[in-house]
T-cell receptor, first 110, second 112 residues
Framework: QKEVEQNSGPLSVPEGAIASLNCTYS??????FFWYRQYSGKSPELIMF????GDKEDGRFTAQLNKASQYVSLLIRDSQPSDSATYLC??????????FGPGTRLSVLP | DARVTQTPRHKVTEMGQEVTMRCQPI?????VFWYRQTMMQGLELLAY????????DSGMPKDRFSAEMPDATLATLKIQPSEPRDSAVYFC??????????FGEGSRLTVL
């Protein structure tokens, strides 16, 4: 069973702080990793993807991947109340389906 | 503005009725996924297609659900007969160049 695990939260951080969201996956063959943000009542929207070990930065967001530990994380710097949402980690092995984690609910407090 | 289009956005029906949901993937995308989302289960994969061929529908209750892609611009998900436990938001997503998924706005189904 291919699984993706996330802490369901809620994760509460003060405005301006760094939010750290974590995800572990069970399938060592996984090749690509995605972070989606989902606001309540809306559809998931892609934030970032990462394929290689290390860090990938895009604005206030940094994705980190460690394939040896089967771990991927998302850092949000200078968190804003508008970042309050559920963050979904997704893992894909080419030729196989996408597996989504249950999501972590983030609350950024003004 | 390329996006995945789903219809209907909302559907309320009675138990036993047939429900058909439609999806128009982003032009040029060759993979299409159907997901169901509930508060309890999160995002569950129902079926997915590559180049219109079904690759995995193991997440779908076969006795009542069916998914098809009659052409590259249309994917359908049908439930017959519908049951109250089918109430959920159904998302269609299509796959981009680097494997990322783009989601439609979803079809919220309520079965009474």
């Amino acid at each position: 069973q291919k699984e993706v695990e996330q802490n369901s939260g809620p994760l509460s951080v003060p405005e301006g702080a760094i939010a750290s969201l974590n995800c572990t996956y069970s399938d060592r063959g996984s090749q690509s990793f995605f972070w989606y943000r989902q606001y309540s009542g809306k559809s998931p929207e892609l934030i970032m993807f990462i394929y290689s070990n290390g860090d990938k930065e895009d604005g206030r967001f940094t994705a980190q991947l460690n394939k040896a530990s089967q771990y991927v994380s998302l850092l949000i710097r200078d968190s804003q109340p508008s970042d309050s949402a559920t963050y979904l980690c997704a893992v894909n092995n080419y030729g196989q389906n996408f597996v989504f984690g249950p999501g972590t609910r983030l609350s950024v407090l003004p | 503005d390329a996006r995945v289009t789903q219809t209907p956005r909302h559907k309320v029906t009675e138990m036993g009725q047939e429900v058909t949901m439609r999806c128009q993937p982003i032009l040029g995308h060759n993979t299409v996924f159907w997901y169901r989302q509930t508060m309890m289960q999160g995002l569950e994969l129902l079926a997915y297609f590559r180049n219109r061929a079904p690759l995995d529908d193991s997440g779908m209750p076969k006795d009542r659900f069916s998914a098809e892609m009659p052409d590259a611009t249309l994917a359908t998900l049908k439930i017959q007969p519908s049951e109250p436990r089918d109430s959920a938001v159904y998302f269609c997503a299509s796959g981009g160049q680097v494997g990322e998924l783009f989601f439609g706005e979803g079809s919220r189904l309520t079965v009474l």
